[in-house]
């Protein structure tokens, strides 16, 4: 089962920020917050991993609480093409576990 | 850089026949991941290959197999199909252990 919790929709406007919020209450020392989505019918996407620091690249931004019981993916500039299905899961950094996917956060982006 | 491949993109089969799906891996990664995407079930893990061996599996009858080959690329079959496995099956690629894995465009099976 999925460890994390996410609101299963949410929207935004174009061209201002998305901030998608991921609960992991029970996340271990060991264990590293990925995030994904899912742009309609296609593969998911890689788009941000981090342990206990914020973390940012070209997508996105991840902002990990200092407790790590929770983490919120901002999309600086959302546009119609960020209209997706996010994915906020958990994952040991050793060992050799499987991404479990739940049922993850469909943002709509709104002209 | 070629990402993870999936061929092909669309099949459409009969209830008992059997399917092989096909996944080429990004160039240098040995770990290659299937997952099962439906409706109701939502991303199920389906098994992982690394260097030619199962190292994972999931909860899936054992009609559901794979392999990997020595240059990594890998093949699922599904036997004696069912209407429910009718799906988007989806490959993933790393460099293996828990590095992070990109995913192919997957290949969307209809059984009728």
């Known amino acids: 089962d999925a460890k994390t919790t996410q609101p299963t929709s949410m929207d935004c406007a174009e061209g201002r920020a998305a901030n998608l919020p991921c609960n992991h209450s029970?996340?271990?020392?060991?264990?590293?917050v990925y995030w994904y989505r899912q742009i309609h019918s296609q593969g998911p996407q890689y788009i941000i991993h981090?342990?206990?620091n914020n973390e940012t690249n070209e997508m996105a931004s991840l902002i990990i609480t200092e407790d790590r019981k929770s983490s919120t993916l901002i999309l600086p500039h959302a546009t119609l093409r960020d209209t997706a299905v996010y994915y906020c899961?958990?994952?040991?950094?050793?060992?050799?576990?499987?991404?479990?996917f739940g049922k993850g956060t469909r943002l709509s982006v709104i002209a | 850089k070629a990402g993870v491949t999936q061929t092909p993109r669309y099949l459409i089969k009969t209830r008992g026949q059997q399917v092989t799906l096909s996944c080429s891996p990004i160039?240098?990664?040995?770990?290659v991941s299937w997952y099962q995407q439906t409706p109701g079930q939502g991303l199920q893990f389906l098994f992982e290959?690394?260097?030619?061996?199962?190292?994972n599996k999931g909860n899936f009858p054992g009609r559901f197999s794979g392999r990997q080959f020595s240059n990594s690329r890998s093949e699922m079959n599904v036997s004696t199909l069912e209407l429910g496995d009718s799906a988007l099956y989806l490959c993933?690629?790393?460099?293996?252990?828990?590095?992070?894995?990109?995913f192919g465009q997957g290949t969307r099976l209809t059984v009728v």
């Open positions: 899961i958990v994952r040991a950094y050793s060992g050799n576990t499987p991404l479990v």
């Open positions: 981090g342990l206990k």
């Open positions: 160039s240098g990664h040995r770990s």
């Open positions: 290959y690394f260097s030619e061996t199962q190292r």
């Open positions: 993933a690629s790393s460099l293996g252990g828990q590095s992070t894995a990109f």
């Open positions: 029970t996340i271990s020392g060991n264990e590293y």
